[in-house]
């Protein structure tokens, strides 16, 4: 498999690392767009939120366990957290991951 976050896992892509366990990882996006801007992946290779089911779903519930520590790791504790399921809605990396954004004002628009 050829999956750029697999690759980060693995070491051998480098990141610079906000957290890490046995089921996640967590790292500063290399364009952020806003003052904290992490990436939050399974360890599991899961494509999108399509691919989500009961075997695999514990690894998106330990990251939405693990949100507020790592927002709390990079001093903030209001933020948005997005995901991207598929080519049409930006997903660029086929790894769920999850956009973890803060340290700004962001107010209600999404779009």
């Known amino acids: ?23 996640i990882l967590a790292f500063k996006d290399i364009n952020p767009v806003a003052p904290v801007h992490t990436i939050i992946i399974p360890k599991e290779h899961i494509d999108c939120a399509n691919g989500v089911n009961a075997e695999n779903s514990k690894y998106i519930a330990h990251i939405f366990e693990k949100i507020p520590e790592i ?41």
């Open 1 to 23: 498999m050829d999956c750029l976050f697999c690759s980060i896992i693995s070491g051998d892509i480098p990141s610079t690392k906000v957290y890490e366990d046995d089921m």
């Open 71 to 111: 927002a709390k790791l990079q001093g903030i504790d209001s933020y948005r957290i997005i995901n991207n399921c598929g080519k049409d809605a930006g997903q660029t990396v086929m790894h769920l991951h999850f956009h973890l954004i803060g340290g700004v004002e962001m107010g209600e628009k999404i779009l």
